[in-house]
């Protein structure tokens, strides 16, 4: 079996061939990668990889290792970026994935990301949906469309941690500040595929894809602390509860 370093790269096309031009070279300049497990990840079939979100910048550390393992990665990502006048029609034509918050085409996202997958390709999802609000930046808790692409079409759920795009860019600071220099280490680790055997043959009702959901964010979490050298947090943040709570003090001292 040939190593990640030596498996022939899958053609790339134009557009996603400009992206890697444009972004290999710029994260090699201004960051030094610290890339770990990416013997991880399938080098074929569909796929779908989650990953915790820090930063603004963390997209292009994640592209960048999965450029790496030899996959293109088809990342779901705001539906606003895709209107950027240049940028948005670049990512477009490099196959990414837009999704549509709260709108009548929220399912296309869902359905292209599944159609992705059952073409044999590689798909990333952030499962918290935002940036993490945790004040530790832990993952926070997910939303179920990796657990319901996985338990759909069977394919693999690869679990990434990523630590270090936050000093590049924090993204809720209250100045807008890019870091780039001295050079940040970006760590990235995949780890071993999500046991999602348990779930697996049953109905795909909300309550199992929760659980299921639950699974995936505590793998995230397990690499995160490897990675950080830390003990993730037993409960993750749930932003849900945090804003209902904040909303619930708000009234009280309006009342």
């Known amino acids: 079996m040939n190593s990640p370093a030596h498996d022939p790269r899958p053609p790339r096309g134009f557009w996603f061939g400009l992206v890697v031009a444009l972004v290999k070279p710029f994260m090699l300049v201004f960051t030094k990668p610290d890339f770990q497990g990416r013997e991880n990840m399938p080098r074929t079939g ?78 990333g999802v952030y499962p918290e949906g935002t940036i993490t609000r945790d004040p530790e930046l832990w993952p926070m808790t997910g939303k179920t469309g990796a657990a319901r692409i996985a338990l759909m079409t069977g394919c693999p759920v690869i679990p990434i ?10 993204s809720y600071r209250s100045k807008f500040r890019i870091g780039l220099l001295p050079r940040k280490t970006m760590k990235v680790k995949a780890g071993p595929p999500v046991d999602l055997d348990a779930f697996r043959g049953r109905p795909i009702t909300t309550e199992l894809l929760h659980e299921a959901t639950d699974v995936i964010m505590r793998a995230v979490a397990d690499g995160l602390g490897e990675l950080r050298g830390q003990t993730p947090p037993k409960e993750l943040f749930d932003l849900r509860k945090a804003k209902a709570e904040d909303e619930r003090r708000a009234n009280e001292e309006n009342a």
């Open 46 to 123: 569909g796929v779908v990889f989650v990953t915790n979100h820090i930063s603004h910048f963390d997209p292009f550390v994640l592209g960048f290792y999965i450029w790496e393992c030899r996959r293109i990665p088809r990342l779901l990502g705001k539906a606003s970026l895709f209107k950027l006048p240049i940028a948005g029609k670049i990512i477009s034509a490099a196959g990414q994935i837009p999704v549509y918050r709260e709108s009548a085409q929220a399912a296309d996202a869902f359905r292209d990301a599944v159609a992705a997958v059952e073409r044999g390709e590689c798909v």
């Open 161 to 170: 941690a990523n630590w270090g795009a936050q000093e590049v860019f924090h």
